[in-house]
């Protein structure tokens, strides 16, 4: 599949992906409030479509769309976990049970 089709279908798909990343940022606050876990923030993103294009040449994707896993991306930062790291389970737990990730990472990131 040549750039310029790709481009075409990405941009036919955009609203979708749009859409899912909306509806996975609801369903983790959501899910999240039904608990005691403080939430501190959530970001997101659709990936672009140059970063898009680069990771389907760099890994020379067959089907793009089908293997690219990270097409939105939603970033859940949760306060003072860090020391009480089976807590960080707990927030797995409330997200899984209404959302299929494809791929998760947790971080002990301390700021500063």
Do not use: W
């Not at 501190?40 to 898009?52: C, I, L, P």
């Amino acid at each position: 599949m040549d750039n310029h089709e790709l481009s075409r279908q990405f941009e036919d798909k955009k609203r979708t992906f749009e859409n899912l990343e909306t509806e996975a940022v609801y369903i983790i606050r959501a899910a999240l409030q039904q608990t005691d876990i403080k939430l501190h923030s959530t970001t997101s993103r659709v990936k672009k479509f140059q970063s898009f294009l680069d990771k389907v040449e760099r890994h020379q994707t067959k089907n793009p769309f089908e293997e690219i896993n990270d097409l939105v991306g939603v970033r859940v930062t949760c306060s003072f976990l860090i020391r009480h790291r089976p807590k960080t389970r707990r927030v797995e737990g409330p997200i899984r049970a209404d959302i299929r990730t494809v791929r998760h990472r947790r971080s002990s990131y301390r700021g500063g």
